[in-house]
């Protein structure tokens, strides 16, 4: 996911938290940007890890970069947009917070310019394609170039309209060639709304911002809130102090910890489980995947000689205490190829060797 922006929204604060609090550091994959791998808070996986008392703990992750400058620059830069265009979903930093410098915030007006540039940005894409095409098909009739022009042409008339192209609908076919454009407003939107201190307990903010805009409406866009100077100050603490540093708040867990599981979901991704006493795993996968595809992401040997997959809810486990109990109580289910699997399951692959 890349972190955008405007100047001053507190993005590279929230990248070095998220970083500081959950990751494996930063580094710097390119010249123009900080990346740092973040782990997935999972309770599921650690109630496993407390059943089995595993050598190794095996979270899923995000990568998420932090990008820089202003987004509005880099999109009306042109060719510096490919770090962004190499992106899976954005997450936009929103100031929320009052700033003397800045003047008072305006999150609704911030997210309509960021918007609007991203919408140019790949309007400039398309008229630049569409110009070619023509052209081409003027020399010679190809129906594939015919249908790659009527699916831009009419992702011309959404852009001029500043309609994302997040949301447009598409068939399967169609989302595939428009796939590999990149563009930047078709890419899942998470948008972060960083508060001041007074608001830091406000559980509600995210939620009710999303519904006096709009956005809880729009497709493939996610609303969560942080108060970034908050959670910097928890990002140094002890486990023990963070929990009397949040109750002193009025809250249960970290906001980021939220805005992380918001990123995975937005993505359309899930976990299952692989347990035991070497290693309790969280494996990432999209929705919908069938149990032989799930297999291939332990790997492809179990993919290739699938036989069955052994199922059991998280729920289900925890309440029997093993395994061989969960069997024993009828939890435990044989699955087939076709078999999809669920958020939260634990699923174990029998295979020919």
């Known amino acids: 996911m890349g972190i955008i922006g405007l100047a001053q929204a507190g993005k590279t604060t929230l990248f070095r938290i998220l970083t500081h609090a959950h990751g494996s550091g930063l580094t710097s994959g390119r010249p123009e940007a900080h990346v740092g791998v973040v782990h997935v808070p999972d309770a599921r996986l650690d109630g496993l890890r407390e059943m089995y008392q595993p050598k190794k703990t095996v979270y899923a992750s995000i990568e998420y970069v932090d990008t820089a400058g202003s987004v509005i620059d880099l999109a009306r830069a042109g060719a510096q947009t490919a770090s962004l265009r190499e992106m899976d979903a954005l997450a936009h930093v929103v100031r929320a917070f009052e700033d003397v410098g800045a003047g008072p915030p305006d999150p609704q007006r911030d997210i309509e310019n960021v918007e609007l540039e991203l919408i140019l940005s790949d309007l400039a894409v398309v008229e630049k394609r569409l110009e070619r095409l023509e052209k081409d098909l003027k020399k010679q009739k190809n129906p594939a170039l015919q249908k790659e022009l009527n699916l831009l042409q009419a992702s ?72 970034g100077n908050v959670e910097a100050e928890l990002a140094e603490l002890e486990d023990s102090e963070a929990a009397e540093f949040l109750a002193s708040y009025g809250l249960k867990e970290s906001a980021v910890a939220r805005l992380i599981r918001s990123s995975y979901h937005l993505l359309g991704l899930i976990s299952f489980f692989t347990v035991g006493e070497d290693e309790c ?55 087939g190829k076709e078999y999809v699997v669920h958020d939260g399951e634990i699923v174990h692959i029998r295979h020919s060797s």
């Open 156 to 227: 011309k008339a959404a852009l001029e309209k500043q309609v994302p192209l997040r949301e447009v609908a598409r068939d399967a076919e169609e989302e595939r060639l428009i796939r590999g454009f990149t563009f930047l407003s078709s890419k899942p939107m998470l948008y972060v709304l960083n508060l001041g201190e007074k608001d830091a307990a406000s559980a509600d903010a995210a939620e009710d911002f999303a519904r006096e805009t709009g956005l809880k409406q729009r497709p493939q866009t996610a609303v969560t809130a942080v108060c």
């Open 281 to 335: 795993r969280a494996w990432t996968i999209r929705a919908g995947i069938a149990a032989v595809e799930a297999a291939g992401e332990i790997h492809s040997d179990l993919q290739q000689g699938f036989i069955r997959a052994e199922v059991v809810k998280y729920e289900d486990l925890i309440a029997a205490g093993s395994l061989a109990e969960a069997r024993s109580r009828g939890h435990l289910k044989l699955e």
